[in-house]
């Protein structure tokens, strides 16, 4: 079965960076995009990225670019996501998504169990 | 970037109620590239809806989906207490990929 899981919670202070794991199984990990989708305490959620596991090439969202950088390991199956410049509106739980299919666009089929990053003095 | 405005923002319904939750896209969605998907407190977002109406695997027949273009519609006909959740609308189609800022669902 898919499974996406993710590494623990973390606490950072302002201005460090966090680097956060997503481990996939179940399936052939270069064959699907994976997502990056965060959601501060309280809010909706907020897209953040695309990596091609296959060729590692990667999209990011605008408010994140210069800030996020997205890149994975294929002999273990995982993708990374690395934010810097932390602040405290970067306090938020941050998932792992995948993408069902290739082409065209689809939908985000399974989800990381989310890792919460706290950002506090 | 194609902008979601979901609601209401808080439906408030009994079980057994017909919920109805809307979502409206600032621009047309092409192809029906709109997802449904439901989160419950701590928990990931879940998979619902793709592509407009189609259900994912091992949905209830009593979530449906409809629209198209701009105007969108998830259908909850009969709520079980494991419904009330927040649920979420997205696309897809377009670059930066979109959430609607969610509908909850609670108990009357």
């Known amino acids: 079965q898919v499974q996406l899981v993710q590494s623990g919670a973390e606490v950072k202070k302002p201005g460090a960076s966090v680097k956060v794991s997503c481990k996939a199984s179940?399936?052939?990990?270069?064959?699907?995009?994976m997502h990056w989708v965060r959601q501060a305490p309280g809010q909706g959620l907020q897209w953040m990225g695309i990596?091609?596991?296959?060729?590692?090439?990667?999209i990011y969202a605008q408010k994140f670019q210069g800030r996020v950088t997205m890149t994975r390991e294929t002999s273990t199956s995982t993708v990374y996501m690395e934010l810097t410049s932390l602040g405290a509106g970067d306090t938020a739980v941050y998932y792992c998504?995948?993408?069902?299919?290739?082409?065209?666009?689809?939908?985000?089929?399974?989800w990381g169990q989310g890792t919460l990053v706290t950002v506090s003095s | 970037e194609i902008v979601l405005t979901q609601s209401p923002g808080t439906l408030s319904l009994s079980p057994g109620e017909r919920a109805t939750l809307s979502c409206r896209a600032s621009?047309?969605?092409?192809?029906?590239?709109l997802a449904w998907y439901q989160q419950k407190p701590g928990q990931a977002p879940r998979l619902l809806i793709y592509?407009?109406?189609s259900r994912a695997t091992g949905i209830p027949d009593r979530f449906s989906g409809s629209g198209s273009g701009t105007d969108f519609t998830l259908t909850i006909s009969r709520l079980e207490p494991e419904d009330f959740a927040v649920y979420y609308c997205q696309q897809y189609g377009r670059s930066p990929r979109t959430f609607g800022q969610g509908t909850k669902v609670e108990i009357k």
């Open positions: 998504a995948r993408e069902g299919e290739r082409w065209p666009p689809s939908h985000f089929d399974y």
């Open positions: 179940g399936y052939t990990f270069s064959s699907y995009y």
């Open positions: 592509a407009a109406s």
């Open positions: 621009q047309s969605i092409s192809s029906s590239y």
């Open positions: 990596i091609n596991p296959s060729g590692g090439t990667t």
